[in-house]
């Protein structure tokens, strides 16, 4: 099994958060979802592997089966580990609902997006460490 990412940052490149952000606008009016790949330790990420949300719905979502087998052969094959599940929140911050904290299976973080009015270019993602029912914020530092 994966090691859960222990660095106290994760890093993301600016195509990458740009990627991420793209699916989430192209999946409203549902949650979107994906996957981050990299080097836990570190809290580099190198890839992002968007995925379909098996329930298609605003309120929740699931990495589809079919996705989440694909990229983690995609992620071990290219010699990476999981680093964090990403997802969307189409109208409430970038924070994991008590749906989210409970339902958080994958030993990574939690990368959420969000279109909140409220939120600005520095909230619009947000990175959690979610274990034993409660969620811990991570930095996220995007780079150019």
């Known amino acids: 099994m994966t090691p859960a990412p222990s660095a106290a940052t994760i890093q993301l490149p600016g195509d990458l958060a740009s990627a991420m952000l793209a699916h ?15 080097v836990a330790a570190t809290g580099r990420v190198s890839s ?17 089966p079919e996705d989440l087998v694909r990229i983690m052969f ?16 189409t109208r409430a911050p ?3 609902s008590q749906t989210d904290i409970r339902e958080a ?7 959420i997006a969000t279109f909140d009015a409220a939120a600005d270019a520095r909230s619009a ?13 991570v930095a996220v530092r995007i780079s150019e």
Request: net charge negative; with cysteine; charged share 20%.
């Open 24 to 38: 989430a606008r192209a999946e409203l009016p549902n949650e979107a979802c994906g996957l981050l790949g990299g």
């Open 48 to 64: 992002f592997h968007a995925a379909r949300n098996r329930h298609a719905s605003p309120l929740r979502f699931d990495v589809h």
């Open 74 to 89: 995609a992620l071990e094959s290219a010699g990476e580990e999981l680093m964090a599940v990403f997802h969307s929140h």
């Open 94 to 96: 970038a924070v994991p």
């Open 105 to 111: 299976h994958y030993n990574a973080l939690h990368v």
């Open 125 to 137: 993602l947000r990175a959690w460490r979610v274990r034993d029912g409660s969620a811990v914020e």
